[in-house]
């Protein structure tokens, strides 16, 4: 694992920018895996701006998302989907028929799983996988556990998880729906290259054990080590 310490937020968010441009200029046709959370608010501003101002140009990306809430529909305000419209979606040029996410009102959550992974395999798998960890060592919504799962699946969240999102749903954590759909292990590590992304002083723990640490289905990053092109994006908080 490369890691790239910056000062700030801002940083990071710039050097993000710019390797996603650098990564278009070899790859108009990007196949990107997108995260989301408090970690790339500020990437994507940067990347809305840079679109603004015609200096990067979105029009030929795929986009798949690692994950949603179980039983809230695209247009649900507190859904992942939502989420990345009001961050990123509505300014960044990207046709909707091009951008792709786990329905969480599916009818049929291991058809939609299905589904999902077909789709990822149709556009010839993930070129760049952008992540953020949770402070209990969470990729996606593949939690600590005794097992991990390899593809897209439904999750249980642990009340850490739901705390941290409470946020989305007026600051209550008993809104947060309790299960999830995400992309797998297996799904994330099979991306061609993996960005990690985590800022501020509470995930300097977690940044350390997944660098440093034993591989364990109890730290889900920790499996980042096994892939050979991984590059960690911290602040002086997270990892200086
Ligand atoms: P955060 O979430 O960016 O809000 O810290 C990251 C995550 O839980 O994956």
């Not at 996606?140 to 593809?151: H, I, Q, S, V």
């Not at 034993?214 to 997270?238: C, E, K, M, N």
Request: some cysteine; charged content about 25%; proline content about 5%.
């Amino acid at each position: 694992m490369r890691i790239h310490v910056h000062r700030t937020e801002r940083g990071i968010a710039t050097a993000l920018a710019d390797r996603l441009a650098d990564a278009l200029r070899v790859t108009p046709g990007l196949v990107l895996g997108l995260p989301t959370g408090r970690t790339p608010v500020q990437w994507y501003r940067e990347i809305a701006r840079r679109v603004e101002h015609g200096q990067l140009d979105l029009s030929r990306i795929t986009t798949f998302n690692l994950d949603e809430f179980i039983g809230l529909a695209p247009d649900h305000p507190g859904s992942y989907r939502q989420f990345m419209e009001r961050h990123l979606f509505a300014h960044a040029g990207i046709p909707p028929e091009r951008i792709n996410f786990l329905r969480g009102d599916a009818p049929d959550v291991e058809a939609e799983c299905a589904r999902y992974e077909c789709s990822i395999a149709e556009a010839g798998g993930i070129d760049l996988m952008v992540l953020g960890i949770g402070r209990n060592g969470h990729i996606g919504f593949n939690e600590p556990g005794a097992e991990l799962y390899a593809r897209s699946h439904r999750a249980t969240l642990t009340h850490d998880t739901r705390r941290s999102n409470a946020e989305l749903f007026g600051g209550s954590v008993d809104a947060v729906p309790r299960e999830a759909l995400s992309m797998g292990m297996a799904t994330i590590l099979q991306s061609r290259a993996i960005v990690l992304v985590a800022t501020g002083r509470s995930k300097a723990a977690v940044v350390q054990a997944m660098r440093r640490g034993r591989i364990t289905t109890q730290l889900p990053a920790s499996f980042l080590q096994l892939h050979a092109d991984v590059d960690v994006y911290v602040d002086d908080g997270a990892g200086g």
